[in-house]
C-alpha cells in the first residue's frame, strides 16, 4: 500500500433500512483500510433505523437525518456533498463488504491517474446467503 492514504467517505443512503443497516454499517468499519468516514443519510425514516445507526460507537461513524424525504439520488447528493474524503463510495443500505473491499479499491485508484472509477467483484445473496449471481467488473479509465 503507498504511504499516502487518502481518506475515503462511504456514503449510505438510507430509508427504513433497520432489518439490514447495521451489519451494513459493520461490514464498512470493519475494513482492513480503516482511514473512512461514514455518513449514513436517512432520508426520513419512519422505521428505527436512526435508533439502530445511533447504537453503533464509531468515531469515524456520522448519522445524518434529514426530515424531508428526496429519494434515494437526492439523498444520496446530499451525503457527496457533505463527504470530505478524497474518494467517494456509495454503499446500499442492504449490502455487505468484503473485508478488503476499500483497500483494493484505493491501490487500483492510486497505481493510475487515469482511472476515473473502480468496481469490485459483486454477488447477490437471496435472504438464505445463497449466491444469485457474480458480476465481475472491470477498471473504467478516465480520460480529460
Same mark, same amino acid.
Given at each position: 500500500?503507498?504511504?499516502?492514504?487518502?481518506?475515503?467517505?462511504?456514503?449510505?443512503?438510507?430509508?427504513?433500512?433497520?432489518? =439490514?443497516?447495521?451489519?451494513?454499517?459493520?461490514?464498512?468499519?470493519? $475494513?482492513? =483500510?480503516?482511514?473512512? /468516514?461514514?455518513?449514513?443519510? %436517512?432520508? +426520513?425514516?419512519?422505521?428505527?433505523?436512526? /435508533?439502530?445507526? $445511533?447504537? @453503533?460507537?464509531?468515531?469515524?461513524?456520522? =448519522? !445524518?437525518?434529514?426530515?424531508? #424525504?428526496?429519494?434515494?439520488?437526492?439523498?444520496?447528493?446530499?451525503?457527496?456533498?457533505?463527504?470530505?474524503?478524497? =474518494?467517494?463510495?456509495? &454503499?446500499?443500505?442492504?449490502?455487505? &463488504? !468484503?473485508?478488503?473491499?476499500? $483497500? &483494493?479499491?484505493?491501490? /487500483?485508484?492510486?497505481? %493510475?491517474?487515469?482511472?476515473? +472509477?473502480?468496481?469490485?467483484?459483486?454477488? %447477490? @445473496?437471496?435472504?438464505?446467503? #445463497?449466491? !444469485?449471481?457474480?458480476? #465481475?467488473?472491470?477498471? @473504467?479509465? &478516465?480520460?480529460?
Amino acid at each position: 500500500m503507498p504511504k499516502n492514504k487518502p481518506l475515503v467517505s462511504v456514503v449510505i443512503p438510507a430509508y427504513n433500512g433497520a432489518k =439490514y443497516i447495521k451489519e451494513a454499517i459493520e461490514s464498512v468499519l470493519l $475494513q482492513s =483500510y480503516k482511514k473512512l /468516514e461514514v455518513l449514513v443519510c %436517512d432520508d +426520513a425514516s419512519t422505521d428505527n433505523t436512526g /435508533e439502530i445507526v $445511533q447504537s @453503533i460507537q464509531d468515531e469515524r461513524l456520522n =448519522y !445524518l437525518r434529514f426530515e424531508k #424525504n428526496t429519494g434515494l439520488s437526492g439523498n444520496l447528493n446530499r451525503g457527496i456533498k457533505k463527504a470530505r474524503g478524497e =474518494y467517494v463510495c456509495w &454503499f446500499n443500505q442492504d449490502d455487505i &463488504f !468484503l473485508q478488503d473491499k476499500v $483497500q &483494493f479499491q484505493v491501490e /487500483e485508484f492510486q497505481k %493510475d491517474p487515469n482511472v476515473g +472509477a473502480v468496481f469490485c467483484q459483486k454477488q %447477490d @445473496i437471496d435472504v438464505n446467503g #445463497n449466491i !444469485l449471481n457474480l458480476i #465481475n467488473p472491470s477498471l @473504467i479509465p &478516465f480520460k480529460n
